[in-house]
């Protein structure tokens, strides 16, 4: 998977994925806590469907040294079985010289990691990796030039959480990449206070939007909850939390037994063949909505029957599992809808002898037309009247989408047959 930014659709290979509860705890600092972000990702979970149950232990400037010691974090990790122990150093830290970082931060890394383990083996230590600053690190540029420039010492930073990640069979969230995409852009003054080191909300969101992709495994784009950024400004680091996590998945989450369920399929005839991106399972399981079901990596499977079905693809360990469905079209001409405002998105399939199926979803407002050639609408559907098929007179239609202030977002031609 590797496509711009503007492509984001297809850098999902299968996205629909049952609402979903995860306890996490956050050790860190005033990185975390700035803007109140554990809070932000909260509210953004939730407003995709999801539940987040949180705690933080993160005095401000504290290094993990000092948490190894600090009866509030120990006490936390022992509170409760975790699903996810989110790790944050110091912002200076991990982008010092490797021969410092290897004594002063990686051994307290993993003493905490130790801590998690011993907790519950189940739990899965999460590396933050965090941002460079704006200007580098002119405190210390002189003994060690290669953090005086913000790509200098996000470099590091990077070196150093993947490190971390690989020392402790642990994953990343890979933030200060999602940051480093903004700095490339020439947002830095969007991003930060001041200090040229704190985030600004827009940081904190961007931070949060991260956190969500890599911890649920869903996309953020549309999500609902913007933090009081606008929506333009919202959907901008929808997409690039978005990108920097699902175009390198295999990357972040390539240690640890933390499952990714990905998949991807090719449809010829009635013969459909389906290729795992799945990470880190130790068991695959599938269900291809006809009732036949199969247990390999990358299985084959004829369907009897011109349909939609919908596919399921479960990986799991003795920790995790993980869920994720598409939906694959056999004998029918499909018409695609691309996703778009008002959280309107699926396909208007022409299944013949005038029956359309309608893959879709409206919100409350949203409503969806369709008119003839004669320019006479034949049907109109709202979110509580859009049935899951209708029959029509063969013929061309033209489809239009109207949001919920009546503009219309969306439109294209359908051929019924």
């Known amino acids: 998977m590797r496509k711009i930014i503007l492509a984001l659709a297809a850098i999902f290979m299968a996205v629909a994925v049952s609402a979903t509860t995860k306890r996490v705890l956050f050790i860190g600092n005033s990185y975390t806590y700035t803007n109140n972000m554990p809070l932000i990702f909260q509210s953004l ?44 150093e110091q912002s200076q830290m991990p982008a010092f010289p490797p021969s410092q970082v290897l004594t002063d931060t990686y051994p307290y890394a993993a003493r905490l990691d130790s801590m998690v383990r011993a907790n519950d083996s189940c739990t899965q230590t999460m590396f933050m990796m965090t941002w460079g600053h704006a200007n ?71 931070e949060s939007c991260v956190l969500y992709g890599s911890i649920f495994h869903k996309p953020t784009l549309n999500a609902a909850y913007l933090s009081g950024l606008s929506a333009t400004d919202a959907h901008l680091l929808q997409r690039i939390a978005d990108k920097v996590v699902f175009d390198s998945m295999d990357l972040w989450q390539q240690h640890g037994h933390y499952p990714y369920a990905g998949f991807a399929h090719t449809t010829s005839g009635s013969t459909v063949s389906f290729t795992s991106a799945s990470t880190v399972p130790s068991a695959d399981s599938w269900s291809f909505g006809d009732m036949a079901t199969d247990t390999a990596g990358n299985p084959s499977h004829i369907y009897t029957n011109n349909g939609t079905y919908t596919v399921s693809h479960t990986v799991s360990n003795n920790c995790f599992s993980e869920t994720l469905t ?83 977002i969306n439109v294209g031609k359908v051929s019924v047959y």
């Not at 020439?186 to 040229?196: E, G, K, N, R, V």
């Not at 949203?366 to 004669?374: G, N, S, V």
């Open 45 to 88: 979970a939730t407003s995709l469907g999801d539940t987040l149950i949180y705690d933080e232990s993160d005095p401000g400037g504290y290094t993990l040294q000092q948490h190894t010691v600090y009866t509030n974090t120990i006490t936390k990790i022992f509170s409760q079985p975790w699903d996810l122990v989110v790790i944050q």
């Open 136 to 206: 580098g690190d002119p405190m210390n540029c002189g003994s060690y030039p290669a953090i005086c420039t913000y790509d200098g010492m996000q470099q590091r930073l990077r070196e150093s959480y993947m490190e971390m990640a690989l020392n402790n069979n642990a994953i990343v969230a890979p933030v200060g990449m999602a940051f480093k995409i903004m700095m490339d852009s020439a947002y830095t003054p969007w991003l930060f206070i001041s200090d040229s080191s704190h985030p600004l909300v827009p940081g904190s969101y961007l």
């Open 326 to 408: 598409d939906t694959v079209h056999i004998g029918l001409t499909v018409i695609g809808v691309n996703t778009i405002t008002g959280n309107i998105q699926g396909n208007i399939i022409a299944q013949g002898n005038g029956i359309i199926r309608l893959a879709l979803t409206l919100s409350a407002n949203d409503r969806l037309e369709l008119t003839d050639m004669k320019g006479i609408v034949v049907r109109r559907y709202t979110a509580a009247t859009l049935p899951a098929a209708d029959n029509l007179v063969p013929g061309i239609y033209v489809y239009r989408l109207y949001n919920n202030d009546g503009k219309s």
